[in-house]
């Protein structure tokens, strides 16, 4: 089926040809400019210059520019709060804002393109098929860290605006776009947006959803558990305490425990469909000391999924009370507990479609994608968390979560698909246009 060329809402049809034109004549200065941002290495704390990047890529583009260091005694004390171990010396956050002289005086509405900067560590270099952080183009794919989730997300905030422009118009309603930090490991980055005052009656968030839209998404809690061993010399092991087999003793319990959840799923209608909704994952573990020696502790990091209308407080409990229940069974940990200790994310669920507001932004998005790819706008329910929650949860603000086919992000040789982002930029220029009004140069 051909794309429909036709209006959009009130968006005249020559109007959304002349956008999508505009995003595919400097397309390739996207992909460039994506490459470029991959060529930053913006694991958490090392955000800064990628930061830099854009806070002179949107100053160039005439957005006023907001770029701030992160204080924690910002945003504690709302609700969504993740509790951190590390300090925000070198975190940064960044925001573009165009704002019209008269504001949504054509009945324009305002949106924030959200997306976050910073990418997961790469593990071993050797198990790559060529560097991270240099991108790889093949095809319609580009290689790197971070390509898929979410540089190229990020950079189609950018290139969406661009394509108004170059059409000859710009929006008639406020437009803020954001790149934040710790999406990966708190979402504090985009709690600080709220916490500084930026709302907007809708958001876009192009984290790699595949072409689809994302109506329900998992919460997640972190926990990092410390169990205490009795050592002695590895010849007398016998008459000691090993913290890392101790360790896996927790471990079992919890596999039990994520079986159990995942037994619960037809009493959550989001997630009822999914064969395994909750990810239970043990994604870091270290102990002892000396190989001759029985360790005396062994720590490991907990990522626990639960349900988008789960209370994440009795979730936690729960997950407390296995640890600390399977541990009673030790005479050894029954006298010395294990520690656990919050670290990182404390994210609710959260469900779009839940929102009695997000049928106007969500209609039109449909609209949108159905102009570019000439097919119904598919949804999908999520295992993970974005941190379209904050927007949604917090703000009353439908948090739009829609972006391009990526493969093996977190993995190996991540990459995005060109054409995805090529399309899906398309379409959230069009939203752009419709949702924010146009004005014309």
Avoid at 181 to 187: D, H, K, L, Q, R
Avoid at 352 to 378: I, T
Wanted: hydrophobic letters at 40%.
């Amino acid at each position: 089926m051909a794309p429909d060329q036709g209006k959009i809402n009130m968006l005249e049809d020559n109007i959304a040809t002349a956008i999508r034109n505009a995003v595919d004549r400097r397309f390739e200065d996207q992909v460039d400019f994506t490459a470029q941002l991959v060529g930053f290495p913006s694991t958490r704390g090392n955000e800064a210059t990628a930061q830099d990047f854009m806070a002179d890529a949107m100053a160039a583009r005439g957005l006023t520019v907001d770029r701030w260091k992160l204080d924690i005694d910002d945003f504690k004390h709302l609700p969504g709060f993740s509790p951190v171990s590390i300090d925000y010396d070198n975190s940064y956050n960044v925001v573009g804002a165009w704002r019209p002289e008269t504001p949504g005086n054509n009945g324009g509405k305002s949106l924030i393109l959200n997306g976050h900067i910073d990418v997961v560590p790469e593990g071993p270099l050797d198990m790559w098929d060529s560097p991270p952080y240099e991108a790889r183009r093949d095809g319609d794919r580009l290689y790197g860290r971070g390509a898929g989730d979410m540089k190229a997300g990020l950079v189609s905030c950018l290139f969406a605006y661009d394509a108004l422009v170059e059409a000859g118009y710009r929006p008639a309603a406020n437009v803020f776009v954001q790149s934040v930090i710790e999406e990966e490991c708190t979402g504090n980055g985009a709690l600080a947006c709220l916490a500084r005052g930026y709302r907007a009656d809708a958001a876009i968030i192009p984290e790699p959803s595949g072409d689809t839209l994302f109506n329900a998404q998992t919460g997640t809690i972190w926990q990092q558990i410390t169990v205490k061993g009795h050592p002695v010399h590895a010849s007398r092991a016998t008459e000691g305490f090993n913290a890392i087999k101790a360790a896996y003793v927790l471990i079992q319990a919890l596999e039990k425990l994520e079986a159990k959840w995942n037994g619960e799923k037809d009493q959550h209608k989001h997630h009822c469909g999914h064969h395994h909704p909750i990810n239970f994952n043990i994604g870091k573990i270290a102990g002892g000391d000396w190989p001759a020696s029985v360790p005396a502790w062994c720590t490991f990091d907990l990522r626990a999924a639960i349900f988008a209308d789960d209370d994440i407080h009795a979730r936690a409990r729960e997950l407390e009370d296995c640890i600390q229940a399977a541990a009673a069974q030790d005479p050894h940990m029954s006298n010395r507990p294990p520690d656990i200790v919050y670290q990182g994310f404390m994210a609710e669920g959260f469900a779009l479609e839940d929102m009695e507001n997000a049928a106007e932004p969500v209609s039109l998005l449909g609209d949108c994608h159905q102009a570019v790819y000439g097919e119904e706008l598919k949804r999908s329910v999520i295992t993970g968390t974005t941190d379209a929650r904050f927007f949604g949860l917090y703000a009353n603000t439908p948090g739009l979560v829609y972006g391009p086919r990526s493969v093996d992000v977190h993995g190996f040789n991540e990459w995005v698909d060109l054409e995805s982002v090529r399309k899906s930029t398309q379409a959230i220029a069009l939203f752009m246009a419709n949702w924010c009004g146009l004005e014309k140069i």
